[in-house]
Structure formats: structure tokens, C-alpha cells
């Protein structure tokens, strides 16, 4: 195994004090970058980028080389999992996955399968290929969404503002729900632990609809599954959960066996700090913040890195960065991120 | 002036203790109800049945009818301020408001102004025909989108996940941002006088999109101008504020002249009533909660309001009622909260 030059993000992960903060963003590798568009244009769409480990490889690859990121994040779908389990999505231009067939019934259970992980062979490809070319640059992060946003999908087929069907299934057809959660996080178990033994470094596991569930129906529904996933990967890498929105949760969230806990930028650094259980905490600048001048940018950033302060802490924005966000604006955050040094 | 025979809303409002909850539900003139339905299909859109005050007046009055809730909230939408000042906008099926037009530069000012709600005679003719069709059976509440949710819909043109470009605006280009802000917030005082003028007895501010802002920018860019508008209302009707997801913002919002405060259904009551500065609440029933049996219905609508207690509270969903929920079920929830008394 490669020794890693830089794994700032591995030790403030673990809690340990470090000389500086890490930085990384979300979706850094993607359209906010001239050389990643360049790839995908030569490509048919999204999912042939995603499916091909070469090129995978290189857009993940890109954010370490141009913006001097301290972490690379494999360039794939949190969808890849629903696609292995049997129900295949469509990457609609400027609308985002579509399903063409979802779960509603018992009887569509039958349609799909708990996945062996077999089937994302092009993914453990891409991260051995991305390990290799980074040579120990910078720790790889793997991924994947958490079992509640993988089920919202595969119930409603496609992103929705309210995720209404998904929340009725839970609380109309509570078992049928539980049983599909149950195929979602077993899939899901064998996909990171296969990760890991591929060289991922650190695992990220999004929760990207947790904020359309309440806290209570959040810790008795969605944590008791993200808890296996938590459980199962203990002591192999560190472990971040990122459940946005679900700011109630946090508390919960920290009684995990995980490391790091992903903040947006809605919560109040005092408030996550009090509810972290001394956990590492990474986010949360407005993404927005980028779209001002650099000199507001920097103020930005150090207002951020003030709150923190000495609590172990990776620096990310709040969210994925956006598409037309530009480079220089994401270097400006980087750098302040990187000079920072707390009193 | 009408006497009411049912201001259980308005005292629970102004912090009186009353003999029961009242309760009402957002969007409960809607889809929810065949006779909605019936009339909405005999129109062209929802366009010509929020600008024809007959057939407004005759839906706002349909749940007090059918349902028995008890308040109307008159049949309209946020957009009709962005309409008066000069942006025009569609509605188009499954999808939602599309404005054609968008302010983007100061340039684009131009193309728009101050209303002095003479624009708004139909929303106007719709309250008094409601309020004289209602006979003083229930009050009826008034609306109108907050500066920064109208602001939102006026720089993108159409609902977003992440109203990147309006919070572009404010980071990239504040001066032009308030500048704006203002004249919504203008338009907005004098559109809301004029509701009370003719007859509403409550006005609710729905800030739909609160919550794409953290709670400082929140605080500093959106709340003067809702303060502006509570600060020019007050002493008129009881108001209430509602800021969709702006949970860590209630403190700030229970600091405005305003009555009551909406919360949704990601908030812990707890939580709510530590920042309410004993203001009343509104909320906050998970929706999904209706797509249940009835039998699990009463038991969350019991949970709910023993969690609220002696607090002074106003029941509702912590957002608007789904169209494909059943009337029945939103009879259970309304007829578990009048049954209940606290202990």
C-alpha cells in the first residue's frame, strides 16, 4: 500500500491535531471545471462517465491536480446502487435521474435484488486506476448515499420537492418499507467494504433527503439502517456522515460509529459543535459565498474557520458546489482555508 | 362590521387561552377536495380561478363547508405581487410558476415597479365576497409571500433547489439585491393593508425558501424587510410568520410584531418553544402523517399536541396539505385536534 504524502484529512478525521485544516469540496470534480467538461463532451453523457474507469479516473483526478484540493473523491452516482439492485435510471439534462420503474407494491420487490456489489465492478476499476495515478498524493474518498435518499429515489422514481409517495409508503405500507431499506443497506454494505479493499481511503455516506423526514420518524426509520452501514465498516477507514437538513439529527447522528459529521450551511457551527459529541465536524460555507468578490470570499472563509476554531474540522462548503462556479472563486476558499491558522 | 361566531383563531393568536385548539391546514382550498375540482376544471387554470373573485371566494369557502376547519385563508398566490409589479408569470401544469421575464441587472428595474396594489381590485372583490358569503362563521386569513420568497422568484423565474442565482445576487451584487428587496417589501405593505381593508382578520407571510439562507444572512439581508411590513401592520390584525426551514431563525422572527409563528415539521416543539418568546405557534403535523390510517393518524395528531401543551397554539400541518390526500384523513386530523383537551 502507498504511502500517503498528505493525509491531513485522514488525521484531523481521527480527531488528532494537525498543523493545518483540510479542504476538499463537494462535487469538485465536475462542470465547474474547463478540463471536465472537455471529457464529458467527448462522452455520450453523464452515465458513460461514470461507467467508464479511465475516464472516471481522470476527472477525479483533476480537482488534486488544478485546485490543489487535499482529498480526491471518486467521480461516480449515488444511483449506481438502485442500478445494481436492478431498477436502471436515465441522467436527464437540467432535470436530473429518472426511473423508469419504481418500488410501490410488495410485488415490485420482486424486480430487484440485494446486490453483491458484482455489478459495480467499473467503480472498484476506477478507484484502483485513480489510487495508482495519485500515488499517495492525497487520501481517495468513496461513497454512498445513505439507505433513506437511495429509497426515496427508487420509491419516486426522480427528485421531487416533498418526496410525498416515499414519506406515504413509510407511514401507510411500514413493512414493505423496512424490507426494501433492509435490500438497500445490504447492497450498500457490500459496495463500501469493496471500496475500501480497493484503496478508498475514507468513507462519505450522503443522506441527501434526510431533511424531509422529522427527527423522531429520521432516528426510528433512516439511523437504525445507516447504523448497520456505520457498524459493518467500523475500523476499517474513517467514516463521514453527511445528512442534510436534518440539523435536528445531529445529536443522533454523532452516537454513530462514525467520524466526521457533514454540516450545511443552515446550521449554527455552536449549535452542530454542542450536538457533535466531540465528533469532527466538515462543511459549511454558503456556497453562495463564492459567487462574491474574492476579498468577500476570504472574509467569508475566515469567519467560518473562526467558528470552528480548535474543533477538529474539515473545511468543505455547505453543499456541492455549484456548476457555474468559477475555478478562481473555489481557489480563493481554498487558499484562505489553507493559510488559516487559529490563535 | 361581522361578528365572528367562531375568533377561536384570533385569540389563540393574540396568546388567549381558549376552550380548544383551532385548527385550519394550508392549502386546504385545493386539490384535496372533488369540489375544488369540479370548479377548477370548469376554468382554464388556476391562473383564471385565482382572478375571478367568484369562483376565488366560492373555493376559499368550500373546506369551512366540507371540512369544518376553523379558518378560511382566501384563495390566491404568493405571485400576484411579482405580477402587479410588472413581472407576468405562468403556471404551468406540474411544474409550477414560469416568469418569462427575471430581474438580473439594474437595467432590469426598469421593467418593473412599486405596486400600489390597484392592480390586486380581483384579490380585493375575492375578501369581500368571501368575508360577506362566510356570515362571520370563521375569520378569514389574508396572505402574501415574504420580500425574500418573492425576491427568489423574481431573479430565477421559477422554482429551484437551490435559488443559486438569487443568492448570487446577494453576495455578488447587494446594493442591486436590496434595492429590490424594497420594492417588493413596498408593494407588499400595500397590498396587505388593503386585505385588511376589505376584511381579512389574520394575515399570514409565507417565506417559502427561508431556508437557502443560513440564519446570519438571513438575519441581515430578509428580516429588516419583514420587519418593515410587521412593523407596518402592527396594531391592525394579528399576524402570523411562516419561514419554511428557517428553524435556527426562530428567535430572530419571534422578535418581529407578529402574533404567531409557523413552524414545519422538521422542528422539535421543544425546540420551537425555547426560541417562540412566548409567542403562539402554528404547525406542525409530518403531512405524510395523513397518508397513514386513520388509527395512526389520531395517534400522531395526539403526539402533536400533547407536545405543544398549554403553549397557545394554532393546529396545522407544518406544510401545505398534499393534493392527493384524502378528505377523510384530513378529517381525522381535524376532528382529533377539536376533540382534544389538555390535561
Known sequence: MTTLKNDLLLRTARGEKTERTPVWLMRQAGRILPEYRAVRSSLSGFKELVETPERAAEVTIQ?????????????????VIP?????????????GPLFRSTISSKADLSKIRVSDSS???????????????????VPLIGFAGAPFTIFCYMVEGSGSKTFSKARAMLY????????????????????LKGQVEVGA?????FDSWASVLNPEIYKSFALPYMKQITDALMGSVPITVF?????????????????????????????????SHGKTLQGNLDPAVLYSS????VKHTKTMMAAF?????????GHGVYPDMKPDAVRTFINTVKEYRHE
Open 83 to 95: 442500478e445494481a439492485m436492478g431498477l436502471t435510471y436515465e441522467m436527464v439534462e437540467k432535470k
Open 172 to 191: 401507510a405500507e411500514p413493512e414493505l418499507a423496512n424490507e426494501l431499506m433492509q435490500m438497500i443497506t445490504d447492497s450498500t454494505i457490500a459496495y
Open 309 to 317: 476554531g480548535n474543533h477538529p474540522h474539515i473545511a468543505n462548503l
Open 63 to 79: 480537482p488534486v491536480d488544478i485546485l490543489d484540493v487535499d482529498a480526491a473523491i471518486i467521480f461516480s452516482d449515488i444511483l
Open 119 to 137: 455489478e459495480l465492478a467499473y467503480v472498484y476499476e476506477a478507484i484502483k486506476l485513480t489510487v495508482k495515478e495519485l500515488d499517495g498524493r
Open 243 to 275: 445528512a442534510k437538513g436534518a440539523n435536528f439529527s445531529i445529536g443522533d447522528l454523532a452516537q454513530l460509529e462514525c467520524n466526521t459529521i457533514g454540516l450545511d450551511w443552515n446550521v449554527p457551527v455552536e449549535f452542530a459543535k454542542g450536538q
Open 294 to 297: 474574492g476579498k468577500d470570499i
Open 201 to 205: 481511503n475514507l468513507l462519505q455516506i
